[in-house]
């Protein structure tokens, strides 16, 4: 075979005869052991990322972090969809662990973090990161209120609801009623928030104010007047949207089953097409801040207020309450009938017979007068 002219050995020429040079010698080749060290500090570098930093940190002690349960109390916010490295973050920032790393390393391999949720917390400053994360699993140091106005809810009811289940006072209640202005309500109201401060169930954080959590309030109704579009389905009735509120509040002290509710919004439509006086109970209540009973006496019938429906014509002047979604639906969705009387027979079930006649309607009434000869309810 011809010589290529090349040294496989050298990589380079060879010299005639091909044996004047010595072949090049073999680098050293570096121990197994060695090599497969650093492959396996590679790979777990490159694959267990900050996780693997905390293990190999714990073989150096770990992040710094404090011992034992704390000193001073500090209010805490862990925001809703907060991780862990954020969580680890604010705690720092709020002196309550020394690191953020010895946090988050913990919330990384403790199964516990994960039952962690968004709201405030009373912690302590100074605290383990162990004694940090139990704390805020701990539900006794979530320190938020919730207040739950039921439908119908009157503003003084309301008043004394948010003062028992949060730390608002009553007297800083009453004085951000006395400035409507500052409320956001809507030009219809007149500066009036009855029949405006939704009834929901609302979270109140700490540091929340009187005139803030009134004014969430007063939002969450334009919100639902907006989602079921009461202005111009109200027109459509010939209504406005605040004479819709004022029918919708008149429906939850009237009815008591939500298939009544239509119903007695066709009641209430039918008589103020013809003409008559709506006679409602509920609305002359209002002004006597009658309690107890669904009746009326003569006396609280002949009140001159335009809340007394026996004595004005017409809607009255405004809500007298805060209605919930479904009356307001009802009130802008009335069922189709012909009827001019209801009356509650049965106060204990909600059971209603509505009627055409006023004949009929005595029928009915008698038929109550029956059932509260036996029962406590009337």
Same mark, same amino acid.
């Given at each position: 075979?011809?010589?290529?002219?090349?040294?496989?050995?050298?990589?380079?020429?060879?010299?005639?005869?091909?044996?004047?040079? &010595?072949?090049?010698?073999?680098? &050293?080749?570096?121990?197994?052991?060695? &090599?497969?060290?650093? @492959?396996?500090?590679?790979?777990?570098?490159?694959?267990?990322?900050?996780?693997?930093?905390?293990?190999?940190?714990?073989?150096?002690?770990?992040?710094?972090?404090?011992?034992?349960?704390?000193?001073?109390?500090?209010?805490?916010?862990?925001?809703?969809?907060?991780?862990?490295?954020?969580?680890?973050?604010?705690?720092?920032?709020?002196?309550?662990?020394?690191?953020?790393?010895?946090?988050?390393?913990?919330?990384?391999?403790?199964?516990? +973090?994960?039952?962690?949720?968004?709201? +405030?917390?009373?912690?302590?400053?100074?605290?383990?990161?162990?004694?940090?994360?139990?704390?805020?699993?701990?539900?006794?140091?979530?320190?938020?209120?919730?207040?739950?106005?039921?439908?119908?809810?009157?503003?003084?009811?309301?008043?004394?609801?948010?003062?028992?289940?949060?730390?608002?006072?009553?007297?800083?209640?009453?004085?951000?009623?006395?400035?409507?202005?500052?409320?956001?309500?809507?030009?219809?109201?007149?500066?009036?928030?009855?029949?405006?401060? +939704?009834?929901?169930?609302?979270?109140?954080?700490?540091?929340?104010?009187?005139?803030?959590?009134?004014?969430?309030?007063?939002?969450?109704?334009?919100?639902?007047?907006?989602? @079921?579009?009461?202005?111009?389905?109200?027109?459509?009735?010939?209504?406005?949207?605040?004479?819709?509120?004022?029918?919708?509040?008149?429906?939850?002290?009237?009815?008591?089953?939500?298939?009544?509710?239509?119903?007695?919004?066709?009641?209430?439509?039918?008589?103020?097409?013809?003409?008559?006086? @709506?006679?409602?109970?509920?609305?002359?209540?209002?002004?006597?801040?009658?309690?107890?009973?669904?009746?009326?006496?003569?006396?609280?019938?002949?009140?001159?207020?335009?809340?007394?429906?026996?004595?004005?014509?017409?809607?009255?002047?405004?809500?007298?309450?805060?209605?919930?979604?479904?009356?307001?639906?009802?009130?802008?969705?009335?069922?189709?009938?012909?009827? @001019?009387?209801?009356?509650?027979?049965?106060?204990?079930?909600?059971?209603?017979? +509505?009627?055409?006649?006023?004949?009929?309607?005595?029928?009915?009434?008698?038929?109550?007068?029956?059932?509260?000869?036996?029962?406590?309810?009337?």
């Amino acid at each position: 075979m011809a010589d290529s002219g090349l040294d496989l050995m050298t990589g380079g020429p060879s010299e005639p005869g091909g044996h004047g040079r &010595r072949r090049a010698e073999t680098p &050293r080749r570096k121990p197994w052991g060695r &090599r497969i060290l650093v @492959l396996v500090i590679v790979l777990a570098i490159a694959f267990g990322g900050y996780a693997a930093y905390g293990k190999v940190s714990d073989m150096f002690g770990g992040p710094a972090d404090y011992s034992g349960q704390g000193t001073a109390k500090v209010t805490v916010e862990v925001p809703k969809g907060a991780d862990g490295q954020q969580i680890a973050n604010i705690l720092k920032k709020a002196g309550v662990v020394e690191t953020a790393e010895a946090f988050y390393q913990l919330a990384l391999k403790d199964s516990r +973090f994960q039952s962690v949720q968004a709201g +405030f917390y009373q912690l302590r400053r100074e605290m383990s990161s162990e004694a940090a994360l139990t704390a805020l699993i701990d539900k006794g140091n979530r320190i938020e209120g919730k207040v739950t106005i039921p439908e119908g809810s009157r503003v003084g009811q309301i008043v004394k609801l948010i003062a028992a289940g949060s730390k608002i006072k009553q007297p800083d209640l009453l004085a951000a009623l006395d400035k409507p202005e500052s409320l956001g309500l809507p030009k219809v109201a007149n500066l009036n928030p009855e029949g405006y401060l +939704f009834p929901a169930t609302y979270t109140v954080v700490p540091g929340t104010t009187a005139t803030e959590l009134l004014r969430q309030m007063v939002k969450k109704t334009l919100d639902v007047a907006k989602s @079921l579009d009461i202005g111009t389905r109200a027109k459509a009735l010939g209504l406005t949207g605040e004479q819709i509120i004022t029918v919708a509040s008149i429906l939850e002290y009237e009815a008591k089953k939500d298939a009544d509710y239509p119903k007695v919004a066709r009641v209430l439509y039918n008589r103020l097409d013809a003409g008559m006086a @709506l006679q409602l109970d509920s609305t002359v209540s209002y002004v006597s801040n009658r309690k107890g009973d669904v009746f009326t006496t003569p006396k609280e019938r002949a009140d001159p207020s335009k809340y007394n429906t026996y004595q004005n014509p017409g809607l009255p002047p405004g809500p007298i309450g805060s209605p919930g979604e479904k009356t307001i639906e009802a009130a802008l969705n009335p069922a189709d009938g012909s009827w @001019l009387y209801f009356v509650a027979v049965n106060l204990d079930t909600g059971e209603t017979i +509505f009627s055409n006649t006023f004949a009929e309607h005595n029928v009915a009434v008698a038929k109550l007068q029956e059932y509260c000869k036996t029962s406590d309810a009337c």
